[in-house]
């Protein structure tokens, strides 16, 4: 990387996912910041998996379906990141009235409801103990309970006329989430009529584990309806690196998830 300026580094990042070559300019800072700070450039990054991925189905005759204004996808349980989860708040923290104390009334109704039905706590448990079962076992739990979410029509709060509110800044886990099925299908979220796009490389999974301090593994893993609930259950203590340690550590990360998923496959084969 070349220094572009006193506290800041922009470099080339260059890869290929499953034959699509990848080119990104990135910028970082070279002083020590916490994760959130590197979220833009993790983003970014996002993104050009996306790309990646989308263009590498539609070189079969697969191209992507979702589009604007179909918000199926955003009544799910979205996971979320310990850095997300603190730039969530922030971010409905820095909006001005009355769109802040809508998004927080919308948070409060969402978590109100599912921690209401015992809804996260019975999440919190499969997770728990999805270690220790077979996927036979394991996988139609989860997808019961995900289901169960689903079918209780409760939107992500930053939904607007079925489109995201944030769309420019949302979760990571929401730019993986890429069908090739009918749009129409994600409304009845069945694994049978859903075909989602795989990801050679998931940077979700490499930011579960960058910066982590552990403070929400009693809740499986944070669910976006709950962000603004655990910021103020748990505040933030992330450490602080510089930019180009954080991107060594996501890549390293990202490469390890790979390696675990492909694994996985192996042992199933």
């Given at each position: 990387m070349r220094e572009a300026a006193?506290?800041?580094?922009?470099?080339?990042?260059?890869?290929?996912?499953?034959?699509?070559?990848?080119?990104?300019?990135?910028?970082?800072?070279?002083?020590?910041?916490?994760?959130?700070?590197?979220?833009?450039?993790?983003q970014q990054l996002a993104n050009g998996f996306a790309d990646a991925a989308e263009q590498s189905t539609a070189a079969v005759?697969?191209?992507?379906?979702?589009?604007?204004?179909?918000?199926?996808?955003?009544?799910?349980?979205?996971?979320?990141?310990?850095t997300e989860v603190y730039h969530i708040a922030e971010l409905v923290e820095s909006l001005d009235e009355p769109r802040r104390s809508e998004l927080r009334a919308r948070f409060r109704a969402a978590a109100d409801h599912f921690n209401s039905t015992g809804w996260y706590d019975r999440f919190a448990d499969h997770i728990r103990r999805a270690s220790e079962m077979t996927a036979e076992e394991g996988?139609?739990?989860?997808?019961?309970?995900i289901r169960e979410y689903f079918a209780a029509g409760v939107a992500c709060p930053f939904l607007d006329d079925e489109s995201c509110s944030i769309h420019p800044v949302r979760p990571i886990a929401c730019r993986e989430y890429l069908v090739t099925s009918p749009a129409e299908?994600?409304?009845?979220?069945?694994p049978t009529n859903i075909d989602r796009v795989e990801f050679a490389l998931k940077p979700s999974k490499a930011l579960q584990r960058l910066?982590?301090?552990?403070?929400?593994?009693a809740f499986g893993f944070p669910v976006l309806s709950r962000a603004l609930e655990l910021a103020e259950l748990h505040p933030d203590h992330f450490d602080a690196k510089p930019g180009p340690e954080w991107l060594k550590e996501f890549f390293d990360e990202a490469l390890k998830d790979k390696d675990r998923r492909q694994e996985r496959s192996e042992t199933a084969a």
């Open positions: 006193e506290e800041w580094v922009t470099g080339k990042v260059e890869f290929s996912l499953k034959g699509v070559p990848v080119e990104l300019e990135v910028t970082v800072p070279a002083t020590p910041v916490k994760p959130q700070r590197m979220l833009p450039v993790f005759g697969r191209p992507v379906s979702c589009k604007a204004g179909c918000g199926a996808c955003c009544r799910q349980p979205v996971p979320i990141t310990e996988y139609p739990e989860g997808m019961a309970l299908n994600c409304a009845d979220l069945s910066g982590s301090k552990g403070d929400f593994d």
